[in-house]
């Protein structure tokens, strides 16, 4: 309040000595009302500094440090003569008075509850509009009053301010006022809030809509831009789904001020599955953290995650976050292609056996007409080897090809395989080894598209015998296949103390889209070992060596580097794939928030999208009674449908799809969404200065800081919009000009007095 009353006191001393406000010449054009020629005004000044320089000239023997600081006075003061004999003037747009409306949107959010010193930042608001600002506005315009939160209410007064609201929609606020303006036309809009929008209603395509009404939207900040004394879980982003047994990878980010340690601790429900201490840093205002979590056995699982408060934290609700991961019971199913039997076949599949969230189906060819099969759900599985029909290959998740040569298929199977990966989703493997790559001849098949290298031409001796160590690349560090720690250092530890490999096998030139997770470092230098990349709606993986074995044979029996790799190598190639029915929505928790949308997918045997399918959904809440509702398609034949649910209480919801099409069932599919209320507004409760200047900035607006509020009546009435008059106000009988003359002509005469000379 005191730099408010500092700014009052500066701005009437400015308006003394310029007689106008300073929004007029911050607006207005200069010129000249006499229409004398400018060239004139210029050739007079010219002559005026020459018969001074000429009467200077002729005492030029007093010496120039006397004489020239005379003469810029005098030539100062005769162009400023000369130029008010051509009278300038200001020319400035301003409203009518009384003839325009002005609005006023006061955000009433639960947020505006927050506050310093025992006001609330919405009762900072009022007192500053009570506090004349609000009575120069009314002299000026008819003033119309909003409240908003997630909805807008007009009011008839500052005293019929509704309660605090769960949700602040500042763009749909904006909307609605811009769009009620009365008979009168709309001069600005005045904003009062914290910025805190978490009604995601304030996109670019909305802030443009908002901007091209024409109406300036000035905003006047709240709240302080760093909250003290406050742990925030600022972010949590886990996956929707895992495999039952996996490890979910949680991203968490946590905004800091006046702490430099966190014990953070996650719950799933009341069972505390993780906690750790975490040091936060002292160069950001957050620190970005990774923890691994069990997903657990099948089942909805509820992961809270909660930051114990520090000394002094009044907002405690910020330190909690909630997220829903769903782990289905459904296996998923790998298909594992071997042309020879060896040994990493062999400790592969021991990798995996015992992961019930996983099914390795293989066949190993022991004899040129002759398969083994292990792993198969009934004696027609893989009976004729690799398959040959789409609706069987794309029964599994992903494929693996080890050591087998690209002539083993026919041309009908390489292009079902590469549709495994391309319309599909699935994701395919491939290990090196004597036929395997390159050596098998694989650089020709269909599959070579979407491998993450170029493959070179076929040459044996690509794969031999050198020993190298699996390294770690930057990807590699961040990525959950090859983590066998869950702290980064120890983990680079253990890879750099696993055995050698005995073999890799060298790959051809990297394609644009590759990720390198791991690299083999041998005599020859390094080279990408494990390599990935995404292709149409699935991926492709090659290693590039066929010796991971060793990781098992030459450590202790108790460690489990080989298994823990393989294990989530296999979850990462298989949990990708989609399902031939799936229920997504747009995120697992919403918080204040009742309306769901679901988008599904319906696709047949051999994924083409089912566009005419009967797609309901069964609504089942935690509190409420269940309901059903029909998914509607998305009219673009690609299999596509979407509703939105109306989620009115908070709680758990199981929604299940089914779909039927011709009479038969497709399949259903299972998702959960969890409501929570009274949460958003306590989250990021700081003032978001760099939206409220983004609004104000694209609608033509000024950010006002609620300190210098004082000078926000003087400075809407010269708005362009409404009803304005072109205003000339002169200045050459502005105080100032009279001031500066007298100090021109008492400047010469002290210099004078001061000399005694001239």
Request: glycine letters at 8%.
């Amino acid at each position: 309040m005191r730099s408010g009353r500092r700014f009052a006191y500066y701005w009437t001393v400015f308006e003394r000595l310029f007689t106008h406000p300073l929004w007029a010449y911050r607006t207005g054009t200069f010129a000249f009302a006499n229409a004398w020629p400018i060239g004139l005004l210029v050739t007079s000044i010219l002559v005026g500094a020459a018969l001074v320089a000429w009467t200077l000239w002729r005492r030029r023997a007093l010496g120039w440090q006397l004489l020239l600081p005379v003469g810029v006075l005098q030539t100062a003061l005769i162009a400023l003569i000369l130029c008010l004999l051509w009278r300038p003037v200001l020319n400035v747009e301003r409203v009518r008075d009384r003839e325009n409306e002005l609005a006023i949107a006061v955000d009433a959010s639960a947020s505006m509850a927050y506050g310093e010193g025992g006001q609330s930042r919405l009762q900072e608001v009022a007192a500053a509009l009570r506090n004349d600002t609000l009575q120069g506005l009314e002299k000026t315009f008819a003033v119309r009053l909003f409240g908003f939160a997630q909805s807008t209410t007009p009011l008839d007064s500052l005293e019929a301010m509704p309660p605090p609201g769960r949700q602040t929609r500042i763009g749909d606020a904006l909307t609605q006022v811009l769009q009620s303006a009365g008979s009168a036309p709309l001069a600005g809009v005045i904003l009062f809030s914290d910025g805190a929008e978490n009604g995601n209603t304030l996109s670019e395509e909305r802030l443009a809509e908002i901007a091209s009404y024409g109406v300036p939207v000035h905003t006047v900040g709240l709240g302080p831009e760093q909250v003290t004394d406050d742990l925030e879980l600022e972010r949590v982003e886990v996956a929707s789904s895992a495999p039952a047994g996996s490890t979910i990878d949680a991203q968490i980010g946590i905004r800091h001020n006046g702490a430099a340690q966190a014990r953070l601790r996650v719950y799933d429900r009341d069972n505390l599955v993780a906690a750790r201490d975490v040091k936060l840093r002292t160069d950001a205002a957050t620190t970005q953290l990774s923890l691994d979590l069990p997903a657990g056995q099948a089942g909805t699982h509820e992961l809270r995650f909660v930051l114990d408060p520090i000394e002094g934290e009044r907002n405690v609700i910020n330190n909690t976050r909630t997220r829903v991961v769903n782990v289905p019971a459904t296996r998923r199913n790998i298909l594992y292609v071997e042309g020879e039997p060896r040994w990493e076949y062999k400790f592969l599949r021991r990798a995996v056996d015992r992961d019930r969230a996983l099914r390795v189906a293989s066949i190993v060819r022991t004899t040129p007409n002759k398969h083994y099969r292990q792993g198969v759900n009934s004696p027609d599985e893989l009976v004729d080897g690799f398959p040959s029909d789409p609706a069987e290959l794309f029964g599994y998740e992903a494929v693996i090809i080890g050591s087998y040569e690209a002539a083993a298929l026919r041309a009908e199977q390489h292009r079902l395989l590469k549709e495994f990966v391309d319309k599909r989703g699935g994701t395919v493997l491939m290990l090196a080894g004597r036929y395997g790559l390159s050596a098998g001849g694989w650089q020709n098949a269909a599959l070579a598209q979407t491998l993450p290298v170029q493959l070179t031409g076929r040459q044996p001796a690509q794969f031999v015998q050198r020993p190298a160590q699996a390294q770690l690349t930057i990807y590699g560090a961040e990525s959950p296949i090859p983590r066998l720690d869950g702290d980064a250092r120890r983990n680079v530890d253990r890879w750099k103390n696993l055995p050698q490999l005995a073999d890799y096998q060298s790959l051809g030139r990297l394609k644009p889209g590759a990720i390198v997770l791991l690299e083999a470092n041998g005599p020859q230098g390094r080279s990408p070992l494990l390599v990935w990349q995404h292709y149409g709606r699935g991926a492709t993986y090659v290693l590039a060596t066929a010796s991971t074995l060793r990781w098992q044979m030459r450590m202790p029996s108790e460690d489990q580097s080989h298994e823990m790799f393989w294990r989530q190598l296999m979850h990462a190639i298989a949990s990708t794939a989609p399902s031939r029915v799936t229920v997504n929505s747009e995120r697992t928790v919403y918080e204040d928030e009742r309306m769901v949308r679901l988008e599904a997918e319906v696709r047949d045997e051999r994924f083409e999208p089912i566009s005419n399918a009967t797609v309901e959904l069964h609504v089942a809440p935690e509190r409420d009674a269940a309901f059903s509702q029909i998914m509607q398609p998305s009219g673009q034949g690609d299999g596509r449908y979407t509703a939105t649910l109306d989620a009115a209480s908070a709680g758990l919801y199981r929604i299940e799809m089914n779909a039927r099409a011709e009479n038969k069932e497709v399949g259903s599919a299972v998702t959960h969404v969890l409501r929570n209320d009274g949460v958003a507004e306590h989250f990021a409760t700081y003032q978001h200065r760099d939206l409220l200047e983004r609004i104000a900035n694209a609608t033509g607006g000024r950010y006002w800081p609620l300190s210098d509020l004082d000078g926000l009546a003087g400075a809407i009435p010269y708005s362009k919009a409404g009803i304005v008059e072109r205003q000339t106000l002169d200045l050459w009988n502005l105080p100032i000009v009279f001031l500066t003359l007298l100090a021109l002509k008492l400047g010469e005469w002290l210099l004078r007095l001061r000399w005694g000379r001239l």
